[in-house]
């Protein structure tokens, strides 16, 4: 057996007989959707502490991350990631629009 066709029946094999099975519909992945909070406020965190591209960019890898290992598992179709990876950044400028808002309003009260 050749390496190309090793690697073009793994591919093939994500979806036909995938590593995992699940016994129900998960749209959009749950990981993928946890993953970007979770990298996504930590990478905003030390953003704020003087840190500039390196913790986006680590974010960034850690969530593409997840999101490839969901498909390479077969349990997610990229629609699943994508869909997950939106949701997410949505909750996340929410979570960081309301904790910017909270500051400004405390520090505002303090100050008068």
């Known amino acids: 057996m050749s390496p190309s066709s ?20 998960s749209f959009p992945s749950g990981h993928t959707v946890a993953a970007t909070l979770f990298y996504g406020l930590l990478a905003c965190y030390l953003v704020m502490r003087g840190r500039r591209w390196l913790p986006v960019a680590g974010a960034t890898l850690m969530v593409l991350l997840v999101a ?33 808002t909270w500051r400004r309003r405390r520090e505002a009260g303090k100050q008068q």
Do not use: K
Request: proline share 2%; hydrophobic share 50%; glycine share 8%.
């Open 68 to 100: 490839c290992s969901r498909m390479y598992l077969g349990v997610h179709y990229l629609s699943d990631v994508l869909a997950a990876v939106a949701e997410g950044v949505a909750w996340l400028a929410i979570c960081v629009t309301g904790m910017s």
């Open 6 to 25: 090793t690697v073009t029946s793994a591919h093939v094999r994500g979806f036909d007989e995938p590593l995992l099975t699940l016994a129900t519909y």
